[in-house]
């Protein structure tokens, strides 16, 4: 009985983790292609943005450590000094009129992207909590 029991466990779990490793991918998929239309002038097709003027967010500490912050910026914009791998930038970005969905794709995207790894989705829920 308990090995019947530890094995459903066990099935339940890893449909679980199966099922949010489909939806990861597929928001990373819709990120990607947001990133094309909205991102990759400033920030490069590499992520590395460009030094002094566009931070980088491939293999970024603010990014990474600022996951509200970071959403935050996808949603309002941003206005001022930020630090990002040691390096001060102090520039504008404009909001990008992204939906909800829309920035959680994204975050998925560059949050698991160009050395960054991020092991738990950023949700829609997520981003509607987020306020300026």
């Known amino acids: 009985m308990k090995i019947v029991l530890a094995t459903c466990i066990a099935l339940i779990f890893g449909v679980t ?3 949010q490793d489909i939806k ?5 998929k819709r ?3 947001i990133y094309a239309d909205f991102c990759v002038n400033c920030h490069m097709p590499n ?3 460009v030094k002094g003027g566009f931070p980088p967010l491939a293999k970024s500490d603010f990014l990474m450590k600022n996951r509200t912050k970071s959403i935050r910026v996808l949603k309002y914009g941003l206005k001022g000094e930020i630090t990002v791998n040691g390096v ?3 520039g504008f970005m404009a909001p990008l009129g ?3 969905d829309e920035v959680a ?3 998925n995207y560059i949050t ?3 050395g960054n790894k991020n092991k738990k989705m950023i949700t829609q829920e997520e981003v509607g909590e987020v306020e300026k």
């Open 17 to 19: 983790s199966f099922s």
């Open 24 to 28: 990861l991918e597929e928001s990373k």
């Open 31 to 33: 990120g990607s292609e």
């Open 47 to 49: 992520g590395e943005g």
């Open 88 to 90: 001060k930038y102090n």
């Open 98 to 100: 992204l939906g909800e």
């Open 105 to 107: 794709d994204v975050m």
């Open 112 to 114: 698991n992207s160009w």
